[in-house]
């Protein structure tokens, strides 16, 4: 179904538009500051908008999560706890990460790998 979504969305250039707007704010901010905001937002949504399980996903303090998803407030204007702002957002991911350009941004928005080899 969100390949469905994805198509409708991609094929009209206004709504395609409209997911990227959505996300620059925060694709600036994760490009000038390395915030991982994007990543943060994906993560937070994943895991059921749960600050406590986002946490743990990204090896963070549930603190620092609040910290950036205040700050991800702050730059889009929405509450991201709304489900029409949730929707919208999670079309808008989609998007991005189906976008030919979406692996250098989703290359930054992993939490690095911990070996358990030792060198």
Excluded at 75 to 91: E, K, N
């Amino acid at each position: 179904m969100l390949e469905t979504l994805h198509a409708a969305v991609t094929s009209d250039p206004s709504a395609a538009e409209l997911a990227r707007l959505l996300l620059m704010p925060l694709e600036r901010e994760d490009g000038e500051r390395g915030n991982n905001l994007t990543g943060t937002l994906r993560a937070y949504y994943s895991c059921g908008a749960r600050v406590d399980k986002t946490a743990d996903a990204l090896f963070l303090h549930r603190n620092s999560v609040r910290y950036r998803l205040d700050r991800i407030r702050s730059l889009i204007g929405l509450d991201i706890d709304q489900p029409h702002v949730i929707a919208a957002l999670t079309v808008a991911l989609a998007c991005r990460d189906r976008s030919p350009d979406a692996g250098v941004e989703l290359a930054s928005t992993r939490p690095p790998v911990r070996s358990t080899h030792a060198s």
